[in-house]
């Protein structure tokens, strides 16, 4: 089993950053793609960022070019820079781990933790 712990939310105003961290232990052998997800209130959680142990990321089209996803295979965590936020972006955030970056979507290792509250203010 994988444990995540994500951290590095806060409150900002927006046009604002913020830098997400999520570190992975227990069975990180296993793990070859991690994404980041949130969830809005009323609305179902979503994957909004990944990446491979090879470097080749993703994002959905509501964050593209304004976050920036990374990992850190030796400290097996994974950074989520935000940039130019805004109110709609206001969420909790979490973190995950699969085999593959599609298994990411609906098979992932990890039991779903806490995440850390991100909220931008208008």
């Known amino acids: 089993q994988v444990q995540l712990v994500e951290s590095g939310g806060g409150l900002v105003q927006a046009g604002g950053s913020l830098r997400l961290s999520c570190a992975a232990s227990?069975?990180?052998?296993?793990?070859?793609?991690m994404g980041w997800y949130r969830q809005a209130p009323g609305k179902q959680r979503e994957l909004i960022a990944s990446i491979s142990s090879g470097g080749i990321t993703g994002y959905a089209d509501t964050v593209k070019g304004r976050f920036t996803i990374s990992r850190d295979n030796a400290k097996n965590t994974v950074y989520l820079q935000m940039n130019n936020l805004k109110p709609e972006d206001t969420a909790v955030y979490y973190c995950?781990?699969?085999?593959?970056?599609?298994?990411?979507?609906?098979?992932?290792?990890?039991?779903w933790g806490q995440g850390t509250q991100g909220t931008v203010s208008t």
């Open positions: 995950n781990a699969a085999s593959s970056r599609v298994r990411l979507v609906a098979a992932v290792l990890g039991d």
């Open positions: 227990g069975s990180t052998f296993s793990i070859n793609a």
